[in-house]
């Protein structure tokens, strides 16, 4: 498997942005469709927002990948807030600690093709996306 990384840490808004604009940048350079850099940015802000909401600081990851003969792109949302108290119920559409639509992780997980959640309460979640380039 071949890499290659950037990060962005998130402590305001604007570091959302960044995050974004770093995602979509790195999945065109890629070669994904404009369909898949809009699910990809998607994910990303969702993430990016968590962090800033949720956790106040935190980074995201991102990672170009090459396994085999596919190629895709790995998102790693990392903090030290928190945790998730219960993961199944952060993954079930509809619930919402912010007020929003409640669509956050359960979206996420529908926008890429593979999502992994490790979270411990008190120290902190790491979460990986991954979407590859059909």
Request: with cysteine.
């Amino acid at each position: 498997m071949e890499y290659r990384s950037s990060s962005v840490d998130i402590y305001t808004e604007w570091d959302i942005v960044a995050a974004r604009q770093l995602g979509r940048n790195e999945a065109k350079k890629l070669g994904f469709g404009t369909v898949d850099q809009a699910r990809i940015t998607t994910a990303i802000s969702e993430l990016a927002r968590n962090i800033y909401l949720y956790a106040g600081k935190g980074k995201i990851e991102i990672t170009c990948i090459h396994k085999d003969d596919a190629t895709g792109i790995s998102i790693i949302a990392s903090d030290e807030g928190p945790g998730f108290p219960d993961v199944r119920k952060v993954m079930d559409d509809g619930f919402t600690t912010s007020g929003g639509l409640g669509a956050g992780m359960p979206g996420v997980r529908r926008l890429m093709d593979d999502f992994n959640i490790v979270t411990k309460r008190g120290v902190g979640t790491t979460i990986t996306a991954i979407k590859w380039i059909r």
